[in-house]
């Protein structure tokens, strides 16, 4: 099936089929839905089906043996460009792991790739991940490039946020909606990674339906690391990097880690709803703390310590 790689988005796949049947490629496109549920992996396998020249109809799949189609499995044809905090890095030559929003330097500089002919006389293609996290500024060189788009030219932002972007962005593109994943799904997923069938099947139900959020979590051990005593979040606080954007991002997976932990108990009989749902408020304030840049260890504390006062 076209788009066979991308798991459980049927819905969406049916979607892109439909304007290569057709031949009507807008030129920008918004793919949305959470996170870790396929919206890249879905806009590089369709900018590999434009580009794709071995294709024998218009509504055919990528043939994936030519060299436009292995050039973009190798993430090196000219034509596509995979905008993200590794691009940007190398752009401005600074930290990858820094890259927390999209600057207007990298849009304008990605614009005028754009506006070169192609290299192999057919589409140029900007994939955009975590859309949402563009600057103003940025948004607004982005908005200007949508309002002008160059001729055989196609933007496909993916936002698992899309309420952060400017309406002005959205009303321009074409919207795809992406569904969470289906526990099974996930399952398949995290085996396929190594991760034995039992805990694959946790990790799963934990995940909430996204595929990376569930593989963050095996990498981590959350929640077990936090929740195996009384006091074992304390080696999890004094684990913690040092660097300030490294703590917070284990603590938002943490924090998440410890929700879904308490969701999970209500659904299943172990917790009534009353017990649950101070601490899931708490936590949710947290995480809306640590988002406004309140000191990691404190936020986790506080976050293992609500989880821990159910009745």
């Known amino acids: 099936m076209i788009f066979g790689k991308v798991k459980g ?7 892109l089929v439909g304007m290569l049947k057709t031949d009507r490629i807008p030129s920008a496109m918004l793919f949305c839905g959470m996170a870790g549920i396929g919206k890249t992996r879905m806009a590089v396998e369709f900018a590999k089906t434009l580009l794709c020249r071995q294709r024998p109809k218009a509504d055919n799949p990528a043939c994936s043996a030519c060299s436009d189609c292995l050039a973009v499995d190798k993430g090196l044809h000219p034509d596509l460009t995979l905008v993200n905090a590794r691009y940007q890095a190398t752009l401005l030559d600074e930290d990858e ?10 849009l304008r500089r990605l614009r005028k790739d754009m506006e070169m002919r192609s290299l192999t006389g057919g589409w140029k293609i900007a994939v955009v991940e975590n859309a949402h996290t563009l600057e103003i500024e940025a948004a607004n060189a982005l908005l200007k490039i949508l ?41 398949e997923i995290l085996q396929a990674q190594g991760i034995a069938p039992a805990r694959a099947e946790r990790l799963a139900e934990l ?34 990097p040092r660097e300030g954007y490294l703590a917070r991002s284990q603590v938002e997976t943490a924090l998440f880690a410890l929700a879904q932990d308490l969701r999970l108990k209500h659904l299943n009989g172990q917790r009534s709803f009353e017990s649950v749902e101070r ?33």
């Not at 988005?9 to 979607?15: C, H, L, S």
């Not at 979040?233 to 004094?238: M, T």
């Open 147 to 187: 309002e002008e788009p160059t001729p055989h030219s196609l933007w496909i932002l993916a936002s698992s946020e899309r309420e952060r972007l400017p309406r002005t962005v959205v009303s321009r593109c074409f919207c795809v909606t992406f569904k969470p994943l289906a526990s099974a799904i996930v399952r």
């Open 97 to 106: 792991a820094k890259q927390k929003t999209l600057r207007v330097d990298t």
């Open 279 to 311: 601490p899931l408020a708490e936590i949710s304030h947290l995480r809306q703390a640590l988002r406004s840049n309140a000191d990691p260890k404190t936020v986790l504390t506080l976050g293992c310590l609500a989880a821990q006062s159910l009745p």
């Open 207 to 240: 995940g909430d339906g996204s595929a990376s959020r569930a593989l963050e979590l095996a990498s981590s051990d959350y929640p077990d690391s936090l929740t195996a005593g009384p006091m074992a979040f304390l080696e999890a606080v004094d684990a913690l």
């Open 9 to 15: 988005q049927e819905t969406a796949a049916k979607a």
